[in-house]
């Protein structure tokens, strides 16, 4: 997963998986979902997200992973 942010459009875009989306649907104001082909989601794209999120901040903490071999390129531990 990764973060795209784009300060010219104040847009974040969460890439969830590794495929071609073919389709785009906005679900909330603002907020659209990218599926591929087999209607997967691939990614989240947030308008004006510094109005909508809190980006000053943002914590990955990843208490269980569905395969043990991922490596994580970032976390923070849960106390």
């Known amino acids: 997963m990764e973060l ?4 010219e459009t104040d847009s974040l875009y969460v890439d969830l998986a590794d495929r071609t989306a073919v389709d785009s649907i906005e679900v909330a104001p603002g907020l659209v979902v990218d599926l591929d082909a087999e209607g997967r989601l691939v990614g989240l794209d947030v308008d004006h997200a510094s109005q909508t ?3 000053r901040r943002i914590v990955a903490t990843v208490d269980h992973r569905p395969v043990a071999d991922v490596p994580l390129l970032a976390s923070s531990a849960r106390p």
């Open 4 to 7: 795209h942010y784009c300060p």
């Open 53 to 55: 999120l809190d980006l």
